[in-house]
């Protein structure tokens, strides 16, 4: 099993990480496409190939097809998403934020699964790239559509987890050279 996999491949001193990977995978109460849906998307996001290789596999066999592609999708609008609105938002000339963005975003429109699947993996990936702004926008958007604070912190836990684990394999695989 690729978690497994990965948690073999933590160091001892990341013991934390081995249990938190196998808590919120293992024991999410997320349905099954919002749990891989955000496992998935946060995995492109932490940008570690380790990650990405043993998730992904799992990812895929457990969810649709529009699923798959949808969560992909999640994670590519949101690295472009998270670097504009976190600059525009850190940047101390308020005029940028009346400027129009000019950037193609239709997949957040018509993503090819619930709207609120696709709204809990844009959270995700945005607590991976710490975008404030997305965050908010994506949380009021979540709780709008009735979706509970519980459910909300479930995937960016998932987010923390699965990102700690990319940054400690990356930071362990330079270590080791």
């Known amino acids: 099993m690729a978690l497994d996999e990965l948690k073999s491949a933590l160091p001892d001193y990341a013991k934390d990480l081995k249990l938190n990977l196998g808590s919120v995978i293992g024991n999410s109460e997320l349905p099954q496409q919002q749990l891989w849906g955000t496992v998935l998307a946060c995995a492109i996001a932490s940008r570690s190939p380790k990650v990405l290789a043993e998730l992904e596999p799992e990812a895929k066999s457990n969810l649709k097809p529009e699923a798959y592609t949808a ?7 949101m690295a472009m998403n998270n670097v504009f609105y976190r600059t525009r938002h850190l940047l101390s000339d308020p005029e940028y934020g009346t400027m129009r963005a000019g950037l193609r975003m239709n997949v ?3 993503p090819g699964v619930d709207k609120v699947d696709f709204e809990l993996w844009s959270l ?3 607590a991976v790239n710490g975008c404030g702004m997305c965050l908010d926008s994506h949380e009021q958007v979540l709780r709008k559509a009735g979706v509970e604070r519980d459910t909300i912190q479930e995937a960016f836990k998932i987010a923390a987890v699965i990102e700690a684990v990319g940054a400690t394999l990356e930071a362990e695989a ?3 050279e």
């Not at 969560?71 to 590519?76: E, L, M, T, V």
């Open 124 to 126: 995700a990936v945005s």
């Open 174 to 176: 330079v270590i080791a």
């Open 71 to 77: 969560a992909k999708a999640a994670a590519a609008i």
């Open 108 to 110: 957040i429109g018509n």
